[in-house]
Structure formats: C-alpha cells, structure tokens
C-alpha cells in the first residue's frame, strides 16, 4: 500500500480518508476554495496582498481589489490597487472613461465625482448652473444679467435697456430720441426733432436769430415765433424774422409786398457779375439787410448803413458814389453803372470811401459797418 501526500491531497487532506468539499483543493494539509481565498487564491499559495485605496479580495481565482468609494482601478493592474480618485480626475470623472468636455467662456473641473464649471472667462458666466450650457451669459451685454447674473437692468422710457463693460446699465434709444443727460434713470429724454437744446443729435442747439425764437422741426433748427411785427419772409432760420413790414419798401405790411416802384431784389440782375447765387448765398455769407429806408437806396436796390450820403465827386456817369477811396492812387472796388474811366472802362461800379486806420466817424461819410455795405453792393449794386 502507498503512502499518501495528506500536504495536497484534497481525498486525504491532513490525515488519512479525510476528503475536500467540492470546488475545494487541500493547500498545507486544510480544504480551501482556490476561487475566492485570497491566501491561496487561483492556486495554494497565492496571497493577495495589501492593496492602495481597497480592500484584497480573491473572485473567481483572481485578485482583484475592491475599491474604497471614491477611487476604482481603472487600469486593471491589481499591484497599484485603486489607482483613480474618480472624485477629482477630469479623465475618470465619477468613474472610469468619464471624462469632462470642454467648457465654452471658461474652465471644466470635477469635484465629488460630478463634472463641473470651475471658473468662466470675464466677463461670461455659467447663470443657469448647467455644465451643459458652458458659461452662457456674456454679463457685459446682457441687460437682464449685467455684470453679475440675475442683475436686470430696469425699463427705459422711449427705448431699450442695455448693458456695457463693468455691468453699467445703459439705455439703447428708440429711433428719433437720444439719452443727452446720460441719466439712465429717465431713460431716452430726448425727442431730437423737437428739442432746440438738442436738435438732430445731442449737444447742438439752434442758436438765437434775430426777431425770433428758435425751433427745432423734424430735427433742422427752424425759426420759431416772430417778435412783434417782424416776418420771416425768406424762410430761411439764419437771419430769424429778418423783415420789418413797417418800414421796408419791399415787404410793406406782408412779405414780398413792395412799395411802387421798388424791384423785388430776391434774385438781382448783378448775382452773377457779382458771384452771389441767390439770397442762400446772401445769408450764407452774413449779408443783412437791416435799413430799407438808407439814402444808399437812391441808387441802388437795397444797401444798408446807419448814416450815409450820396457824392457827386470821383464818379463818371453819374453812378451812385457810396464813397470814395482817399488812399492816393486808389481804384474802385466795385463798381454798378458804366464808366468811361480807362481802369474800369465798362464795368459796374460802386466807389467806396473808407478813412482806414481809424473807426471814427467823419463828416460827410457813412457810420457802420464797411463790410456789410461792401457786400451789400456787390450783390444788389444797379
């Protein structure tokens, strides 16, 4: 009879006829299951060992650790145990392969194991706390999350709330109004074709005219209402109500109404000798008509001076001699008739005299304003 190895022999293990359970094996003389002992797991022997972040376990002969929560071993190499905090890992993110997309306008994080937003870009924010939705919200345009989310800029009167860089509420105007004090808190004040402070656009108020108030309609500056008897018979706002009906000739008791035998000078047969279109250009070039009743009207349409006198001297043909140069040598300036002097031989004329350096007035010669009576001739000289 042979003798029996009772160290490994699972019908004699340990002693004579002493028989292993089924899906036993006899490791040193004991009965073990070789699938779940983790001493002698898979064969006698086979210890699994201790383990980072788990528990040892032996399941079906094999080690294999069984992770503490929070960790798994993702790479199944049971020597490094539960390699992964799924807690924190952006690539194993609540467990393995979860990984955490890109966040648009900011920075992806993960935390307790949940993919999350950590920090939007300025100034976009995450408003919905939806990882889904990146950071969605631009807080320096949105008026209903301006510069913080849920901040709602209020309603603005004649348009629009708005929001700018460092979460200021602004107002986005209704076509026609403007925001001219920059209080949002009155919103769009401003109606640009009706304001004379404003008119047409912020800051550019219709300035005083003469014998009027000043409009603004349909955002040109106008002329408002006339003072007293004044008329604005040209229509135009530069000159305001530039006609008196009591005392000019050419508009007496109502615009355009000339006394007899006055020509109408709105456009004078020298306008363009003289280089003045119209009277736009008139206005344009601050000619003003403001004596209808100057003797300068003896012999020319319309000129204008406080004092002024008619000479017979230095003239040929008898034009009109506002007045004459003094300067030695000196030649017209401008002339309305036709001459038979050998310098301005068939020309216009109209000799003006002005005693220059001095402002002070002369006897016998004009007081006022030299320009004025100089341009005044070249446009409504005979």
Not at 139 to 165: E, F, H, M, Q, Y
Not at 213 to 235: E, K
Not at 314 to 324: F, I, K, L, Y
Not at 338 to 351: G, W, Y
Request: charged residues 15%; proline residues 5%; aromatic residues 4%.
């Amino acid at each position: 009879m042979a003798c029996a190895d009772v160290s490994n022999d699972p019908v004699n293990c340990g002693m004579c006829g002493k028989l292993c359970d089924v899906g036993q094996s006899c490791c040193g003389g004991k009965c073990f299951d070789l699938m779940a002992d983790q001493s002698h797991c898979g064969m006698c022997g086979i210890v699994c060992g201790m383990i980072k972040n788990a528990i040892p376990k032996c399941a079906m002969g094999m080690c294999t650790p069984k992770c503490n929560a929070g960790f798994a071993d993702c790479n199944a190499m049971y020597p490094d145990g539960c390699e992964i905090n799924t807690s924190s890992s952006m690539a194993n993110c609540g467990g393995c392969g979860m990984a955490c997309a890109a966040v648009m306008n900011g920075t992806p994080t993960c935390a307790t194991g949940m993919c999350k937003i950590d920090r939007c870009n300025m100034p976009f924010a995450d408003c919905d706390g939806d990882y889904k939705t990146d950071c969605e919200i631009n807080t320096a345009l949105d008026p209903k999350n301006c510069g913080v989310c849920s901040k709602a800029c209020p309603a603005v009167d004649n348009g629009a709330p708005g929001c700018t860089i460092g979460g200021k509420c602004v107002t986005v105007c209704s076509p026609g109004f403007a925001d001219c004090d920059t209080n949002y808190n009155n919103g769009c004040e401003i109606e640009l074709a009706k304001n004379v402070s404003h008119c047409g656009k912020c800051g550019t108020p219709c300035k005083v005219v003469a014998n009027a108030t000043s409009a603004c309609s349909m955002s040109p500056c106008a002329v408002g209402v006339c003072s007293g008897t004044f008329l604005d018979c040209n229509s135009l706002f530069a000159d305001g109500c530039e006609v008196s009906p009591i005392t000019d000739v050419l508009h007496c008791g109502g615009c355009n109404k000339a006394c007899a035998g006055v020509a109408n000078p709105t456009r004078p047969p020298t306008a363009k000798r003289s280089g003045f279109r119209d009277d736009q250009d008139r206005i344009r070039l601050g000619i003003k008509i403001l004596d209808a009743m100057s003797p300068l009207l003896g012999g020319v349409k319309t000129l204008t001076a406080v004092t002024a006198y008619q000479s017979t001297s230095g003239t040929n043909n008898n034009p009109v001699s506002v007045a004459n140069w003094t300067v030695v040598g000196g030649r017209p300036l401008a002339v309305t008739g036709t001459v038979t002097d050998s310098t301005v031989k068939q020309r216009n004329r109209a000799d003006l005299n002005f005693f220059p350096p001095s402002n002070a007035a002369v006897s016998g010669s004009w007081i006022g304003d030299g320009a004025l009576l100089l341009r005044n001739a070249l446009l409504y000289g005979n």
